[in-house]
Nanobody, 123 residues
Framework: QVQLVESGGGLVQAGGSLRLSCTAS????????MGWFRQAPEKERELVAH????????YYADSVKGRFTVSRENAKNTVYLQMNSLKPEDTAVYYC????????????????WGQGTQVTVSS
């Protein structure tokens, strides 16, 4: 019932920055908990960041702590992932995903997904 659209991916050199955006649309008026996942070729989908429905709580995977920041602007129905000091191992397809309520690290429990945006970090 909710549609998510990601943007902002691309090719960047190691040490560079990108900002991903995820905009939601649909008939539901509530705000959702939002996660950012990534999936590299032949690897499992991994939760990298999460933000609560009101922005009051965030989570980061150890591999991105201190480099990535998740935020949201509910008036614009948009969630962001600011990625700094990018490394080649950050290369993956990045997805935003919504959950009706609460935190989960399990991608199988999320209700709404974007189509993904490719992030490639060169050495």
């Amino acid at each position: 019932q909710v549609q998510l659209v990601e943007s902002g991916g691309g090719l960047v050199q190691a040490g560079g920055s990108l900002r991903l955006s995820c905009t939601a649309s649909g008939r539901s008026s509530r705000n959702f908990a939002m996660g950012w996942f990534r999936q590299a070729p032949e690897k499992e989908r991994e939760l990298v960041a999460h933000i609560s429905w009101n922005g009051g709580a965030t989570y980061y995977a150890d591999s991105v702590k201190g480099r990535f920041t998740v935020s949201r602007e509910n008036a614009k129905n948009t969630v962001y992932l600011q990625m700094n000091s990018l490394k080649p191992e950050d290369t993956a397809v990045y997805y935003c995903a919504g959950r009706i309520f609460g935190f989960s690290g399990d991608y199988r429990t999320y209700d709404f997904w974007g189509q993904g945006t490719q992030v490639t970090v060169s050495s």
